[in-house]
């Protein structure tokens, strides 16, 4: 009975390490599943919170730049609004077609302060064609040289005697400028 005895717990021992076997790579497989879920639940959550994040600053972006262009286009109506009421006043045509910067001198430089201080405007001039500067508010000392090479604005204006309103480099950087010729009876 012994040898039977032997026998049945060599197959029992068999067995608890055929179950250990099988409970190991059970419990292997469970983990890895496990392990593969999270990871994909990490990685996706990620992934779409790079794709929000995406979506948020590309609309921060388009936001940023209708509110920019909204803001240059106020301030060009701004600026030719401004141009076309001086150019419009009949003491300016006269001193303009004179040639009298002593005029314009006393007619602008008193309120330019206040202009820039206020609304801040940073150049006020007077130009002869094609782009001399005759007259600057903003700096009443300096005048008579040509600017044509890279005011363009004014270029334009005194070829087509239009108004001419947009951004521009120059010395000073960039700038919204609004220009309209001065005509006296309508001669440029």
Do not use: C
């Not at 009975?1 to 197959?11: H, I, K, N, Q, T």
């Not at 009949?90 to 002593?102: G, I, K, S, Y």
Request: net charge positive.
């Amino acid at each position: 009975m012994r040898r039977f005895e032997l026998r049945v717990s060599d197959d029992l021992a068999a067995k608890g390490s055929t179950m250990s076997s099988i409970r190991a790579r059970l419990l292997t497989t469970i983990l890895s599943l496990a392990l593969l879920g999270a990871l994909s639940i990490v990685l996706g959550a990620r992934w779409m919170s790079g794709d929000l994040t995406g979506l948020a600053l590309d609309r921060e972006v388009k936001n940023a730049q209708f509110q920019l262009k909204a803001e240059i286009e106020a301030h060009s109506r701004q600026a030719l609004l401004l141009a076309k009421l001086v150019a419009g006043q009949t003491n300016v045509e006269a001193m303009l077609a004179d040639r009298n910067r002593d005029g314009l001198a006393t007619e602008f430089v008193p309120e330019f302060a206040e202009l820039k201080k206020e609304y801040g405007i940073q150049q006020f001039q007077f130009h002869l064609a094609p782009a001399t500067a005759f007259f600057r508010v903003h700096q009443p000392a300096k005048f008579d040289d040509d600017l044509s090479s890279f005011r363009k604005t004014v270029v334009e204006t005194n070829t087509t005697l239009k108004p001419v309103v947009g951004l521009e480099g120059g010395v000073g950087g960039i700038g919204i400028r609004g220009v309209v010729p001065v005509l006296k009876d309508g001669k440029h």
